[in-house]
């Protein structure tokens, strides 16, 4: 049996267009671990315990049953944003040490107040 010139074609684009979804599916997957897995290359936002009587600090309430309050519970932190390739040198998660140190290379966040955020302390 013989296949027409136009069905060969046909056939032909078909694979091409299946290997070239295939090679951009697999792409993508590459790009996504080298960025995320391998290189590290993303921010981490990290709370750390606050001293309200001598720092600004954010606040939470932990006390009400329905309050937000995530398992570091702290109701007074302050926010830190770390490179994540950093965060294995710290020696716990807050990197507070490590910031304060400027072992490595940190940007605190300073607690704004305003309908969503609450604040507390020295400014």
Same mark, same amino acid.
């Given at each position: 049996?013989?296949?027409?010139?136009?069905?060969?074609?046909?056939?032909?684009?078909?694979?091409?267009?299946?290997?070239?979804?295939?090679?951009?599916?697999?792409?993508?997957?590459?790009?996504?671990?080298?960025?995320?897995?391998?290189?590290?290359?993303?921010?981490?936002?990290?709370?750390?315990?606050?001293?309200?009587?001598?720092?600004?600090?954010?606040?939470?309430?932990?006390?009400?049953?329905?309050?937000?309050?995530?398992?570091? $519970?702290?109701?007074?932190?302050?926010?830190?944003?770390?490179?994540?390739?950093?965060?294995?040198?710290?020696?716990?998660?807050?990197?507070?040490?490590?910031?304060?140190?400027?072992?490595? $290379?940190?940007?605190?966040?300073?607690?704004?107040?305003?309908?969503?955020?609450?604040?507390?302390?020295?400014?």
């Amino acid at each position: 049996m013989h296949m027409s010139p136009k069905v060969k074609r046909e056939k032909v684009i078909s694979a091409t267009l299946q290997i070239l979804l295939v090679v951009t599916v697999l792409l993508v997957i590459f790009i996504t671990w080298h960025k995320f897995y391998y290189t590290k290359n993303f921010i981490f936002s990290l709370e750390a315990p606050c001293d309200i009587k001598s720092q600004s600090c954010f606040l939470r309430s932990c006390m009400n049953e329905g309050d937000y309050c995530p398992p570091n $519970e702290f109701q007074a932190y302050r926010v830190f944003h770390i490179k994540a390739a950093d965060f294995e040198t710290c020696a716990d998660d807050t990197c507070l040490q490590e910031c304060l140190e400027g072992t490595i $290379e940190c940007g605190e966040v300073y607690c704004v107040e305003d309908e969503i955020t609450s604040c507390s302390g020295e400014v």
